[in-house]
C-alpha cells in the first residue's frame, strides 16, 4: 500500500474517500495520485444534435472540476499528483494509469446497483474489479469510521493459485487493519449443505439417512476448514483478534461479520475472458456477490 491511485467523480463522496486514502497513505508511507472523471451528457447531446459552442462547455465542465479537485485537496494541506479524464467508460484509464503508476492499490467510493441494471449493462465498477491487476478498495461514504477489518478466508485449496490468493488475502487484511490501527477478524464460511437449496431430494440408497450424513459431513468440514485456518495463520505469522469459521450462504454470513462499520477483505478469482457472458451476469462471483450484501467497505484481491 505504498502507491495508491485515488478514483474520484466530483460528487459528495470524494471528501470520505480521500480521507480514507490519506489515513492510509500516512499510516504506510505511502503516496496517493488522484484520478478524477469527469463527464456530462452533453457529450451524447452534441452526437446527435450539435452544439456551436460544445469546445467551451466541455472546457468549462472541466475547468469546474479542477477547481473542486482544488478546493478538496486544500482540505487536506498537502499536494497531491492527479489526472483528469473525461469519459462514460473511466474503468479502461483507471486500470492503465494504475499500471502506469505501478499502483498497488486502488481506492473509490462504492456505488449500489440494481441486479436489473447489472444483466442489462455491466457497472464500471464490476469491470474495474475484473480488470485491475491490483486490489481495489471500494469504500462506502456512509461509514464514519472503521472499526474491524474481516479478512475473508476460503479453505477451499482447490488449486496452488486459490492457496495464493487466500494468503494474499490475509496479509492485505492484516496490513490494512495494522494502517488503520484497527482489529483483524479472519472468518471462513462452510456451505449449510443440510439447508441449502441446491439439495433437491435424498441421495439413493439412504433417503432416512440423507440429513444425518449432511450433517456429519458438515461437522467435518468445519472442524477440517478450523484446522487450515489456524495452520495457515501460523506459517504466515499473521496474529487475528478473531477467528472464527461459520456454516451458511457465504455472501450473508460475511454481511453479518462485517456489520455496518467494518471492512471486508475478500479474494476475487473471475474469470474475465468469461465476464461478458450472460451466466456470469446473472451470478457473478462471490466477491460480486457479497457487495451487495456488505454495508461496509470493500477490498477485492486478485
Known amino acids: 500500500m505504498?502507491?495508491?491511485?485515488?478514483?474520484?467523480?466530483?460528487?459528495?463522496?470524494?471528501?470520505?474517500?480521500?480521507?480514507?486514502?490519506?489515513?492510509?497513505a500516512t499510516a504506510s508511507g505511502g503516496d496517493l495520485h488522484l484520478f478524477m472523471t469527469v463527464y456530462d451528457p452533453i457529450e451524447e447531446l452534441n452526437r446527435y444534435?450539435?452544439?456551436?459552442?460544445?469546445?467551451?462547455v466541455k472546457q468549462?465542465?472541466?475547468?469546474?472540476?479542477?477547481?473542486?479537485?482544488?478546493?478538496?485537496?486544500?482540505?487536506?494541506?498537502?499536494h497531491f499528483s492527479s489526472?483528469?479524464?473525461?469519459?462514460?467508460?473511466?474503468?479502461?484509464?483507471v486500470v492503465a494509469e494504475a499500471e502506469r503508476l505501478g499502483a498497488d492499490l486502488i481506492i473509490k467510493a462504492v456505488h449500489r446497483h440494481s441486479r436489473l441494471a447489472e444483466f442489462l449493462h455491466t457497472p464500471e465498477d464490476w469491470h474495474l474489479l475484473r480488470d485491475s491487476s491490483c486490489p481495489?478498495?471500494?469504500v462506502n461514504d456512509t461509514a464514519e469510521h472503521i472499526d474491524k477489518v474481516v479478512a475473508a478466508?476460503?479453505?477451499?485449496?482447490?488449486?496452488?493459485e486459490h492457496r495464493a490468493l487466500g494468503e494474499r488475502v490475509l496479509e492485505q487484511a492484516r496490513d490494512l487493519a495494522t494502517a488503520l490501527g484497527t482489529e483483524l477478524h479472519v472468518v471462513s464460511v462452510v456451505p449449510d449443505w443440510l439447508h441449502s437449496q441446491t439439495i433437491i431430494g435424498p441421495m439413493p440408497g439412504m433417503p432416512g439417512q440423507f440429513p444425518t450424513v449432511l450433517a456429519d459431513l458438515g461437522e467435518q468440514a468445519l472442524e477440517r476448514a478450523e484446522e487450515i485456518l489456524e495452520d495457515t495463520l501460523d506459517r504466515l505469522h499473521i496474529s487475528a483478534d478473531i477467528t472464527?469459521?461459520?456454516s451458511g450462504f457465504v455472501d450473508i454470513e460475511l454481511a453479518e461479520a462485517v456489520g455496518d462499520r467494518g471492512a471486508l477483505v475478500i479474494g476475487s478469482a473471475a474469470a474475465r475472458k468469461m465476464s461478458?457472458?450472460?451466466?456470469?451476469k446473472l451470478f457473478g462471483n462471490t466477491s460480486e456477490k457479497v457487495i451487495h450484501h456488505v454495508r461496509g467497505d470493500v477490498m477485492v484481491v486478485h
Open 2 to 24: 505504498k502507491n495508491s491511485l485515488v478514483v474520484l467523480d466530483g460528487s459528495s463522496s470524494d471528501e470520505h474517500v480521500l480521507g480514507q486514502a490519506v489515513q492510509l
Open 49 to 56: 444534435v450539435g452544439f456551436d459552442n460544445y469546445r467551451e
Open 60 to 78: 468549462a465542465i472541466l475547468d469546474d472540476a479542477e477547481v473542486k479537485l482544488r478546493r478538496l485537496t486544500d482540505k487536506f494541506g498537502d
Open 83 to 93: 489526472t483528469m479524464h473525461w469519459g462514460r467508460r473511466w474503468h479502461f484509464s
Open 136 to 138: 481495489v478498495w471500494l
Open 153 to 160: 478466508f476460503s479453505t477451499l485449496e482447490e488449486t496452488e
Open 244 to 246: 472464527e469459521v461459520r
Open 276 to 280: 461478458g457472458k450472460v451466466a456470469d
